[in-house]
C-alpha cells in the first residue's frame, strides 16, 4: 500500500513539472515550426510578406537632382542616430548608385552621390528615403529575423542565448518525464504479466 501511495506521488510530481515545462517549451516549437516552415519555402513567404520594392531608378527622374558630396554626405548622416559619431567612411557603390557609406555603430547611412538619395540601414531593417528627408520606403529583412527566431528564440544577444539555452534544458526535462510517465503503468502491466507467467 505505501509503494503504491509513494508511486502516485510521484506520477503527480511528475505531471507537475511535465506540464510546467510543456508551458515553457511549446511558444519556442511554435517559433522553431513557423521560422523552419519558412527556411524550408523562404522564396514563397518572402514574396507575399515584402510585396513590390521599390524602384530605385526613379532616382534619376527626382527634381532637384544635386551632386552630393563627402560633407553634405556627413550632414545627412549627423541626423541619424545624433549620439552616435561615424566610424569610417567609404567611397563605393550600393545597389549599382555611386554612393558614400557612413559606418555608425546602430548601421550604416548610404548616400548617392548623383541625387542624394540615402538609405538608413541596420541588421534588420532598411529604410530609403528623397534628398528633402520624406520617407520613401521601408523593408524589413526577414529573412534575418526568422533565422535568428529560430536558432535563439528572441531579438538579441545574451537574453535570447539564455532563454534558448533554458529552453533547451526545458525540453530535454519534458521529454524525459514524458518518457518516464508513458513507462510506469506498462511496466507494472509487464511486471504483472511475467509474475502470472511464472505462476502459471
Do not use: C
Request: proline content about 3%; overall charge positive.
Amino acid at each position: 500500500m505505501l509503494g503504491t501511495l509513494s508511486k502516485a506521488k510521484f506520477l503527480r510530481f511528475l505531471r507537475f513539472i511535465h506540464s510546467w515545462m510543456g508551458i515553457i517549451v511549446v511558444p519556442w516549437i511554435i517559433i522553431i515550426g513557423a521560422t523552419g516552415l519558412y527556411l524550408n519555402h523562404s522564396r514563397m513567404i518572402m514574396s507575399a510578406i515584402e510585396g513590390e520594392p521599390y524602384d530605385e531608378s526613379r532616382f534619376v527622374e527626382w527634381p532637384l537632382i544635386e551632386q552630393m558630396d563627402v560633407s553634405h554626405a556627413e550632414e545627412v548622416a549627423a541626423g541619424i542616430w545624433p549620439s552616435e559619431v561615424v566610424l569610417e567612411v567609404q567611397d563605393g557603390t550600393y545597389h549599382k548608385l555611386a554612393s558614400f557609406i557612413l559606418i555608425k555603430t546602430s548601421g550604416r547611412i548610404i548616400v548617392t552621390k548623383q541625387t542624394g538619395h540615402y538609405f538608413v540601414k541596420t541588421q534588420r531593417t532598411r529604410t530609403t528615403y528623397a534628398p528633402d528627408g520624406d520617407k520613401l520606403h521601408r523593408r524589413i529583412y526577414w529573412g534575418s529575423i526568422f533565422k535568428q527566431f529560430h536558432t535563439d528564440g528572441w531579438l538579441g544577444g545574451t537574453m535570447g542565448t539564455w532563454a534558448a539555452d533554458l529552453t533547451s534544458i526545458a525540453m530535454v526535462i519534458f521529454g524525459i518525464t514524458g518518457m518516464i510517465m508513458w513507462w510506469i503503468p506498462r511496466a507494472n502491466k509487464f511486471r504483472r504479466a511475467f509474475r502470472k507467467m511464472r505462476s502459471g
